[in-house]
């Protein structure tokens, strides 16, 4: 898994799909950013004279991240299906519709014959 997260961004990167605009308030006021691939990671603090800490373990605050994450993601899919559905039902109508009409178009033939 790869993980970015940007506190000034609001914003969490998961295997390159991002969220921006979340609510990362438990994010500590110290930190700029945590980059993760896998198994170990670093955390970028906002003074620039600190240097990046090694981590080989998702604080508490980043995991924190990655439900908020997986919060907007899930929110999206839904989305997502509604659409799909809502598509799908415009189409069945929009069938009705024209079946209705093919069948007032044959009624009005015969009844001319």
């Not at 603090?45 to 908020?68: G, K, R």
Request: glycine share 2%; hydrophobic share 40%.
């Amino acid at each position: 898994m790869k993980v970015t997260i940007i506190k000034d961004d609001n914003a969490v990167y998961k295997d390159n799909i991002s969220y921006m605009g979340l609510d990362l308030f438990f994010i500590p006021a110290d930190i700029h950013a945590l980059q993760w691939k896998d198994t170990t990671g670093w955390i970028e603090y906002n003074d620039e004279e600190t240097q990046p800490q090694p981590i080989s373990m998702l604080p508490s605050w980043a995991e924190d991240c990655l439900l908020a994450w997986q919060k907007a993601y899930d929110e999206e899919q839904a989305f997502i299906e509604l659409e799909k559905k809502l598509e799908a039902e415009r189409l069945a109508l929009e069938a009705l519709e024209e079946a209705e009409r093919l069948e007032k178009e044959a009624a009005k033939a015969t009844s001319v014959v």
